[in-house]
């Protein structure tokens, strides 16, 4: 059976899903999936089966403009109210509330994004002000990875140990308080595919399940070998 990603293009998938989680789609944003190429990028979702739930519904919804108009008021309402507000009741996407011993912002995973993507050259969106341990960024991130490795050339992080460690390490947990919200249909959707799209890329990037402590301790070592690469480079320049 062929990768469920290999038609659509993993970075592709990855940049579609970020968007929802960082924006909230405007009606003219939905429209675009009427036009022709709209209609074929949707089919092209379709036979991913990680992202055909949410083309489908999508390809549904905007056949009419009433349609429309409620998708995009029902996506504005599910995500503002599951990740713009505080409380137990709410599913935040940043990796710090969930691995932090207090569910804090700000913390160790902030600080390990950040250093990647000082390492990668990447810049935030201007205007854009969120975390770095953000799902819709460490998203962006992975796409970033998989056009680098398509190109031949490869991060010292593969796309597959950048998701492991910074991406699995809180989404399950992320996925199953999205199921636990009041109204947590469009939400947990969003959510379990972006967690379907990257199991299955990390399960193709193996031959055999990975040990997951052993895992991490490689991350950790890559992660401080390329930070002591960069810093040389960069004392080098001074």
């Known amino acids: ?5 290999e038609t659509l293009g993993k970075a592709v998938g990855y940049r579609w899903l970020a968007q929802f989680f960082l924006h909230r789609p405007g009606l003219a944003d939905l429209r675009r999936y009427r ?3 709209g209609r074929h990028f949707l089919a092209a979702c379709k036979a991913v089966p990680a992202l055909a739930p949410l083309a489908e519904l999508i390809e549904a919804a905007v ?3 009433e349609g429309l108009a409620h998708l995009q008021a029902a996506l504005a309402r599910a995500t503002g109210e599951a990740f713009d507000r505080a409380g137990p009741r709410t599913a935040p996407p940043y990796a710090s509330v969930y691995l932090s011993e207090r569910g804090l912002l700000f913390q160790q995973p902030t600080r390990d994004m950040n250093r990647i993507l000082g390492l990668l050259k990447m810049n935030l969106p201007e205007g854009l002000n969120e975390p770095a341990d953000h799902l819709g960024i460490q ?3 992975a796409a970033e990875l998989c056009d680098r490795e398509a190109a ?3 991060f010292s992080v593969s ?3 950048f ?3 910074q991406v699995l390490s809180w989404l399950p947990a992320f996925v199953e308080r999205c199921s636990r919200l009041p109204e947590p249909g469009l939400v947990c959707m969003l959510a379990h595919s ?3 799209l990257v199991q299955a890329h990390v399960e193709a990037g193996h031959v055999k399940p990975a040990d997951p402590v052993k895992v991490e301790a490689l991350a950790r070592v890559a992660l401080q070998l390329v930070c002591m690469n960069y810093k040389a480079a960069e004392a080098y320049c001074k």
């Not at 059976?1 to 990603?5: E, L, V």
Request: avoid cysteine; aromatic fraction near 0%; proline fraction near 4%.
């Open 1 to 5: 059976m062929a990768n469920q990603t």
């Open 35 to 37: 036009d022709e190429d």
């Open 63 to 65: 056949a009419t403009e």
């Open 139 to 141: 998203l962006n991130v």
């Open 152 to 154: 031949g050339e490869p």
């Open 159 to 161: 796309s597959v140990l």
């Open 163 to 165: 998701l492991e460690t």
């Open 194 to 196: 972006a967690l379907n």
